[in-house]
Nanobody
Framework: QVQLVESGGGLVQAGGSLRLSCAAS????????MGWFRQAPGKEREFVAG????????YYVDSVKGRFTISRDRAKNTVYLQMNSLNPEDTAVYYC?????????????????WGQGTQVTVSS
């Protein structure tokens, strides 16, 4: 089993930045792809960013390209999401997810483990 705990959410003004962290425990996730998803009120959960097991490849939903950066520290069993130039449309609960595959895509069904989420609120 893998437990995921997100941190770093909060309230920020438009144009600001936040860095989310996702710490994994229970077993090493260094061989697994990881991802970030988000869900805004009244909307479906959507993929935000993903990273392969090695960190060699990253991929993003179009709306965050150029603003968000996903990274991982395999030694620390931790994944990060650096979010810059935030806007109110980024307001959501952000979830960390872990696949049991070295490469995963953008579908939530490809990830077996999920964190509890951290709230990100961007004020205008």
């Amino acid at each position: 089993q893998v437990q995921l705990v997100e941190s770093g959410g909060g309230l920020v003004q438009a144009g600001g930045s936040l860095r989310l962290s996702c710490a994994a425990s229970g077993r090493t996730v260094s061989s697994y792809a990881m991802g970030w998803f988000r869900q805004a009120p009244g909307k479906e959960r959507e993929f935000v960013a993903g990273i392969t097991w090695s960190g060699g490849s990253t991929y993003y939903v179009d709306s965050v390209k150029g603003r968000f950066t996903i990274s991982r520290d395999r030694a620390k069993n931790t994944v990060y999401l650096q979010m810059n130039s935030l806007n109110p449309e980024d307001t959501a609960v952000y979830y960390c997810a872990c696949s049991t595959r070295p490469v995963a895509g953008m579908r939530g069904s490809q990830y077996e483990y999920w964190g509890q989420g951290t709230q990100v609120t961007v004020s205008s």
